[in-house]
């Protein structure tokens, strides 16, 4: 009875260890998840770096600025770069690991519907977080507002480029929302078309801000480190690094989908990538309303 005991915790190790086990598990990932799935995976570790390497980058961006400056001007171009390489790389390592490596290998079974519910929880659970990230953002504006208004000149916020950015990203999400309509109805066609519309539009939404930046930093010379502009600027490029980071995941579903890897029964990966865009969408509507119209309200 012994050895049978120290058998079965034998190969109850060696499973763990993932070495020679069928299930192709690698420790400390729980030999009941499917793989690419647990605490096994580095690559959210990497994004959050890089996701750190932008933040700092922007900061040193600030402090080497002056007559003298804390950095060097060499700094944060480094920084930055860096920070949206390993961002990237992270990213990918991080869609492949999670979604792609193993997609063919899987069935439309229990273990799917287990791995889908679970992924779904997981992005309403970082979506919650989110929603804290920003919060923190906006009780920094509410404490500015309850002090003297307007601190200063304020620059013209509410512009056409605005409206139409607005209704750009607002129109993302319908098309969206169509496209995966359309492939849980097994209609490919119609999925494929609006994706990429959405993506294209998410592209546009992009260089929108780019250029409203431009016009606000660089033509009408507004401040950065100010009361206000610190506010309006954190939480504007907050959700633009949101929308950024929208856009690549919804250009990997795309590509995905050229591929053929979704249909009427397998689409967790457009269900939880919708998730995330109308998040951002939200969100952007609620700037609009408080930063944008309530800044001259």
Not at 183 to 212: K, M
Request: hydrophobic content about 50%; aromatic content about 12%.
């Amino acid at each position: 009875m012994g050895s049978a005991v120290d058998g079965d915790s034998s190969a109850q190790a060696a499973g763990e260890d993932g070495d020679g086990d069928g299930d192709g598990h690698s420790s400390p990932a729980p030999r009941d998840w499917p793989r690419g799935f647990g605490e096994a995976s580095w690559w959210p570790l990497v994004t959050a770096v890089g996701i750190a390497g932008l933040y700092f980058g922007g900061a040193f961006a600030l402090l080497s600025r002056g007559e003298e400056p804390l950095v060097g001007q060499w700094l944060p171009p480094l920084v930055l770069v860096g920070g949206v390489v390993i961002f990237l790389g992270g990213l990918y390592g991080w869609t492949y690991h999670g979604f792609v490596s193993a997609y063919w290998d899987r069935t439309t079974g229990g273990a799917d519907v287990r791995a889908g519910i679970d992924l779904r929880w997981g992005m309403v659970l970082f979506l919650a977080t989110d929603v804290m990230t920003f919060s923190a953002g906006f009780v920094y504006y509410f404490f500015v507002r309850t002090g003297e208004w307007p601190p200063g000149e304020l620059p013209e916020l509410l512009s056409s480029l605005v409206l139409v950015n607005t209704a750009v990203l607002i129109a993302s999400s319908v098309t969206l929302h169509v496209a995966h309509e359309g492939i849980r109805d097994g209609h490919r066609r119609r999925f494929l078309g609006l994706l990429g519309v959405t993506v294209l539009l998410g592209l546009v939404f992009v260089g929108g801000q780019l250029l409203e930046y431009y016009e606000l930093l660089v033509v009408e010379g507004t401040g950065v480190t100010d009361v206000f502009g610190s506010a309006f600027f954190a939480l504007t490029g907050l959700h633009g690094l949101h929308v950024a980071l929208g856009v690549v995941v919804l250009g990997v579903v795309f590509v995905r989908a050229l591929a053929g890897q979704f249909d009427a029964d397998r689409h967790v990966a457009v269900s939880t990538a919708s998730m995330y865009w109308h998040f951002v969408d939200l969100v952007w509507v609620v700037l609009v309303v408080i930063l944008y119209v309530g800044s001259v309200a």
